[in-house]
Structures are given as structure tokens and as C-alpha cells.
């Protein structure tokens, strides 16, 4: 199996369409369905159902673009790495984020180091922490931005100087507004938004026992997503400081949780991970930028 193979494989996946496809790729449509025959006598599986004026993917098409998706994006990092192993002055570095207020700080020192390396190429990624530390494991990053302790057995870190601040966004006209900080007491029977992570591990650690009268209405992985369900009414968002819009005029409003829950976060890399030139030095001065603030 090529990864040339796994490209056209990918680009017909994705049109839905051989012509469209061959097209894109810059071969002839005998050359590609040749291939993409080829391919699946491989495997032994069919790969797609053809329609009328479409393509479609079987079950074990799917299978095989998820896997392939990985395949070649590992492929392509590791051409990039070598083109650049000799170049002093820029290279490529690729980054899974959590989503925090805290990234502006990641944002401020890549700033400052493109300065001294102004070729400097990155790639960023979003995600929870299943999604983006499936990517670090399988070498399709370089680095992950944690809002939860890393397994301190796979993983080295450092952590951002400054933590996030947990709290209930909700629409400025709610009675609860004119409360400067919310309690458990205040969320029982409410229809609450949080991420399944977060409604997993951190809220738990910071009502205890009292996680059985909290309901969850519906879970986000994006916090702008639930505040635009909060915001309709149809319930409250747990979710840090400064992720959603909450300026006078907005028509939502941010209350801290009492007592107050905070998250770190953590810049992690795999153990005896072995750096291209440009993500050590990266590293090196994402310390010292740190270490600064």
C-alpha cells in the first residue's frame, strides 16, 4: 500500500466524484480508478458504492479514510521535518489546543519566536483532551495544550503561568444575575451545558457528593456553541472565564462558581520524544517566555 495510493483514495473520498477527483490529483480518471481497484483487491474489501453522478464510501471505506487520514499526515510531517532540518531560520511545529483564554499567552511567545525564526510554519489543531492526545500519540503533533494534569508516566509538561477561572454564563435578564458568584445550591434543577470531560472530572471536584442534584442538559466541546443555546434560554453554560462574550451589550453575563473552581493548563510532549530542530528550540523558549510572565 503507497501513500500515493492513500492520497487518491483520500481525494475521492472527499469529491465523491472519480472526474473531479482525477482532476484535483492531476492524473487521468483511467489512471485513478486503476488505482483505487487496485487498492481495494488489496485490501479485499469494497471500498466505495458507486451512484449514478457520485461516490460513496462503505463502511469499511470509512474505516480505511480515518486510518488514512493519520497515515498521510504523519507522511507530510515527516517531509516537512526533513526539508527542514538544515534551515536555520524557520521550520514547521504542529500543536493540538485545549480551548482556554490561557492560549493568548501560547499566542504571545510564538509572536516573539518568529522573530528570531520569521519562516517559522505552525499548524494548529483543536480539540479535547481524547482528540488531541490521540494526535500526539500517534506523532501528528509536536506538542498538546492540556486544561487537565497530564499522565505524568507518558507525557512531560510544563504548565502555563496562569490558571482559568470556572463559571455559569447565562442570559443578563436571569434573576441569578444579580449574584456575584453562583454555589451548587443555585444550579440544582437548572438544565446546565458543560463539556463531558469537565462534567466528568472537574465539576465533580468541586461539588462532591452533590453531583447527583445537578442535571446536564446537553454537552459542547466548543464553548461558543453553548452559549449560543444558553443564550436562547434552553440553559446555563459551565465553562471558563472569557471564552464567550459576556460585555455589557452582549446579553449574557459570567459568574464565578462559589467556592472557586480553577483549571491549569499544561503544554505536554510525548517522553524521549526526539525534537525536529525548530520544536526544540521552540520548546526552549516557550520555557523562558513562561518563566518570565
Known amino acids: ?3 500515493r495510493t492513500l492520497r487518491y483514495f483520500l481525494a475521492v473520498a472527499r469529491e465523491e466524484n472519480m472526474t473531479r477527483a482525477a ?3 492531476h492524473v487521468t480518471q483511467p489512471t485513478l480508478s486503476k488505482a483505487l481497484k487496485a487498492l481495494e483487491d488489496e485490501l479485499g474489501k469494497k471500498l466505495f458504492t458507486r451512484h449514478s453522478f457520485s461516490i460513496r464510501l462503505t463502511d469499511e471505506g470509512v474505516l480505511l479514510r480515518n486510518r488514512a487520514e493519520d497515515l498521510v499526515g504523519m507522511a507530510d510531517k515527516i517531509t516537512r521535518e526533513f526539508v527542514t532540518l538544515d534551515d536555520i531560520t524557520g521550520g514547521d511545529i504542529s500543536l493540538g489546543l485545549a480551548e482556554s483564554c490561557q492560549i493568548r499567552t501560547l499566542a504571545r511567545a510564538i509572536r516573539e519566536f518568529r522573530k528570531q525564526y520569521p519562516l517559522l510554519r505552525y499548524h494548529i489543531t483543536s480539540g479535547d483532551t481524547e482528540q488531541v492526545t490521540e494526535k500526539l500519540d500517534k506523532g501528528l503533533l509536536d506538542f498538546a495544550v492540556l486544561a487537565e494534569i497530564p499522565d505524568p508516566a507518558k507525557y512531560d509538561s510544563v504548565v502555563f503561568p496562569r490558571a482559568d477561572l470556572w463559571g455559569l ?3 443578563a435578564d436571569d434573576p441569578l444575575a444579580k449574584k456575584k458568584a453562583v454555589t451548587v445550591d443555585d444550579l440544582v434543577g437548572l438544565p446546565l451545558f458543560c463539556s463531558e470531560q469537565s462534567w466528568r472530572s472537574d465539576i465533580p471536584r468541586w461539588c462532591g457528593d452533590r453531583m447527583r442534584d445537578l442535571r446536564l442538559e446537553g454537552s459542547f466541546r466548543l464553548s461558543y456553541n453553548g452559549s449560543m443555546f444558553a443564550r436562547e434560554g434552553l440553559g446555563y ?3 471558563f472565564d472569557r471564552l464567550v462574550d459576556t460585555s455589557p ?8 462558581l462559589s467556592p472557586a473552581l480553577e483549571n491549569k ?4 510532549w510525548k517522553k524521549y520524544q526526539t525534537f525536529s530542530p525548530i520544536a526544540e528550540r521552540f520548546l526552549k523558549h516557550l520555557k523562558m517566555s513562561f518563566a518570565s510572565e
Do not use: A
Open 23 to 25: 482532476e484535483q490529483l
Open 249 to 256: 451589550g452582549s446579553g449574557l453575563v459570567f459568574r464565578p
Open 169 to 171: 454564563v447565562f442570559p
Open 237 to 239: 453554560l459551565l465553562t
Open 1 to 3: 500500500m503507497e501513500i
Open 265 to 268: 493548563l499544561y503544554l505536554i
